[in-house]
């Protein structure tokens, strides 16, 4: 069933003062949400500003005030939460008897539906590249929103509260005694999106009765951050902004209250000599902990992919702290100048200076890039110091690392693992394919490509990063296009001439070599060879692909599919969208994992015994793409629920429903608002000259002679 979309999106503006909010401590005293400081760590955010002014814990309420609450609301709660309690238990008690309480799933036909709905695919065209019409694209997103229900489902009934799960043995473990909420708190703002209210309220209820992070285990800085603080960040700001969708009952605060005691845990991974963070953090203590590999040193994708849920909570609090906390990491990076912004993929904590020379925007370099454009975005496009940084970084990317592959020029971001003056490496991560729809986001700022091309500010150089954005979503494509199964591996390798082709050999009168210029408001031709018809042998662009055979296995991830997103709601190309649905086609039919009838007669009657019928009963990550049937890993990643399915509905939806205008999403594909800076909030740094340092004159022979 659909839903209207809510009329507008909510701005966070820094016109009206955090002292006029409602929401405001009274007094100076102990401020904030009514905590009391989490047992058994200190205040990091004082351990790490030692020379700034103190701050409380929990200093201020948010700084807007959500819809759902209010004077009426506020005085009638008490009532309410004793008939809610009434009833709770009555529920409870009807449901599971004095002992072993279940978890009460909604029950659904959704599987046999999709197994089907499967089943009618083989009807189905295959997309071939020719202009498709008519096209029910809403039908297409409840096709989402149902894979999402039974993926679910199926962890509510055999995981519940697990932070890794096994779908084929219905089994899981968690990561920490308790449990993180790794499954649910990530997947909690994509069933919010889909209106999954009664699942949402299972999840709150969760969270609220069982989520700790008092645990002491060390957690990964980065992972828990994106993942968890992001998911909690995010279904505060979804359900107080978008009150009609999956509105639920219960504290407004809950999220907000968990999020804001996580991050004062995390704030002990920043307490480096550096200040850059841990690779990880325990949670009881609030002390980081040295990589265990790498000579302790930190994945540098890692330590720079914190600022947006940082920077939103203290936007969120008003703890300014939160935000010199991790923009400090930004400039300690960029104090180290390293050539045309492109960094290696490891940073030690103590020192902040880089390991090795590696680099690359596979795993352990990506998101370094995709958070200065998105930071850039968040904060309304007032710290240009990000766009600049996101620029340079941009202009060496297409200066090193993009190269053509030998037969159909198809455009390949490569590696350099031993420096950018060594050999190019034609090796994409999956990961790697989250830059194509990054590239035009920067481009466009979010809007539509019609519309950024009026700006008097639009240039040539513009043109050529929509170009580029373009022809590496293709590339991208195309490694899903070349499988038995329509799904990509997790790396590919690509085979170059000899000499590999670089950019400025491909388009010699480009901006990469000459000054940048007014755009010709004409739409650069791709110059690489068509991927359809896929039955015509003469393209060959299958034989430029090559997949090793440890390569070769699938994690459901979403680089591919949030690029689309990315680049349909841009561009307004529908391409983007037919790709996206053949995508999912195949993750449907060879991810899912089917409960087939069996038929067998009843031993003592001999006579047929009625079964249900066949059902998809969950999905799972892949061990060989090129194999059908696929051998299956039985393994259900959060970011499948979290991510991938997430951009499959936004692909599919309006581009007006959480539009990119307003919002900005996090890694892990989590959506913030933009907002503005104001007070405390501000760029509290500048980068350093990259001026060449001029060699000091040289001495008089006189004093030469003397010395």
């Known amino acids: 069933m659909s839903f209207q979309y809510p009329p507008s999106n909510p701005s966070l503006s820094s016109q009206q003062p955090l002292e006029n909010n409602h929401w405001r401590s009274p007094g100076p005293k102990l401020g904030g949400y009514g905590l009391s400081q989490s047992p058994g760590i200190s205040n990091n955010l004082n351990t790490f500003f030692r020379d700034r002014r103190t701050l409380p814990m929990y200093k201020d309420k948010p700084y807007f005030a959500p819809r759902r609450t209010g004077p009426r609301v506020r005085h009638r709660r008490v009532l309410y939460s004793g008939l809610c309690l009434f009833f709770l238990i009555l529920l409870w008690y009807y449901m599971s008897g004095w002992g072993s309480a279940e978890l009460p799933i909604s029950e659904s036909r959704k599987g046999e539906e999709l197994w089907a709905w499967v089943q009618s695919l083989e009807k189905e065209p295959f997309y071939n590249g020719k202009e498709l019409k008519g096209i029910d694209w809403v039908a297409r997103r409840e096709k989402v929103r149902d894979v999402f229900i039974v993926s679910w489902d199926d962890y509510a009934k055999n995981g519940w509260g697990l932070d890794e799960y096994h779908p084929i043995a219905k089994n899981g473990k968690n990561m920490v005694e308790g449990g993180l909420g790794w499954i649910i708190v990530d997947a909690l703002d994509t069933m919010i999106l889909m209106n999954l209210t009664s699942r949402v309220q299972d999840a709150r209820s969760w969270i609220h009765h069982s989520l700790q992070y008092n645990q002491d285990h060390d957690v990964n800085t980065f992972e828990t951050t994106i993942r968890m603080l992001g998911g909690l960040l995010s279904a505060h700001y979804l359900s107080t902004s978008y009150p009609t969708l999956a509105p639920v009952s219960g504290d407004v605060d809950l999220y907000i209250e968990k999020a804001t005691d996580l991050a004062e845990r995390l704030a002990g991974a920043f307490d480096s000599n550096s200040g850059v963070p841990y690779a990880s953090i325990n949670l009881k203590k609030s002390e980081g902990i040295a990589a265990h590999s790498d000579n302790g040193a930190s994945s540098t994708s890692e330590a720079t992919t914190v600022q947006l849920e940082f920077k939103y909570l203290a936007k969120l609090t008003g703890e300014a702290a939160y935000w010199r906390m991790v923009e400090k990491v930004m400039q300690v990076v960029d104090d180290s100048k390293m050539e045309d912004g492109l960094v290696p993929i490891y940073i030690y904590p103590e020192t902040g200076k880089f390991r090795g020379n590696n680099i690359r925007l596979g795993s352990r370099g990506d998101s370094y ?202 561009t307004g190309d529908e391409t983007y969208r037919h790709w996206g649905w053949e995508m999912f086609k195949s993750f449907a039919r060879h991810t899912a994992i089917v409960e087939h009838a069996d038929h067998h007669p009843d031993p003592k009657t001999d006579k047929p015994v009625k079964q249900d019928p066949s059902q998809i009963i969950s999905f799972t990550s892949l061990n060989n793409v090129n194999s059908i049937p696929p051998a299956r890993r039985d393994n259900l990643e959060s970011f499948w629920m979290a991510e991938t399915l997430k951009y499959f509905y936004l692909l599919f939806s309006d581009r007006d429903f959480i539009p990119l205008e307003d919002n900005v999403f996090n890694t892990e594909a989590h959506p913030f608002p933009k907002f503005e800076l104001g007070g405390d909030l501000k760029t509290g740094w500048k980068r350093k000259s990259r001026e060449p340092e001029l060699a000091p004159e040289s001495a008089p022979q006189s004093q030469q002679q003397v010395q």
């Open 369 to 570: 890039y995709e958070y200065l454009i998105k930071q850039y975005l968040q904060t309304s496009e007032q710290e240009p110091v990000y766009k600049e940084m996101w620029d340079e970084a941009l202009m060496g990317i297409r200066k090193h690392l993009i190269t053509y592959t030998k037969r159909a020029k198809l455009t390949v971001l490569g590696e350099r693992p031993s420096g950018l003056e060594r050999d190019l490496v034609p090796k994409m991560d999956h990961l790697a394919c989250f830059l194509p729809g990054t590239i035009a986001l920067g481009a466009t700022g979010g809007v539509p490509l019609s519309q950024a091309k009026k700006s008097p500010n639009w240039s040539q150089r513009h043109d050529e990063e929509i170009l580029l954005a373009e022809e590496l979503m293709k590339t991208c494509w195309a490694t899903y296009l070349v499988t038995k199964t329509g799904l990509a591996p997790e790396i590919t390798y690509f085979n170059l001439d000899e000499t590999p082709v670089m950019m400025k050999d491909m388009y010699p009168g480009s901006t990469l070599n000459t000054d940048n210029r007014k755009s010709q408001q004409e739409e650069l031709p791709l110059k690489s060879k068509p991927l359809y018809p896929l039955d015509d042998d003469t393209l060959n662009w299958e034989n430029d692909i090559d997949i090793k055979m440890q390569d070769r296995h699938n994690l459901q991830r979403p680089e591919t599919v949030e690029s689309l997103m990315y680049m349909y709601r841009i």
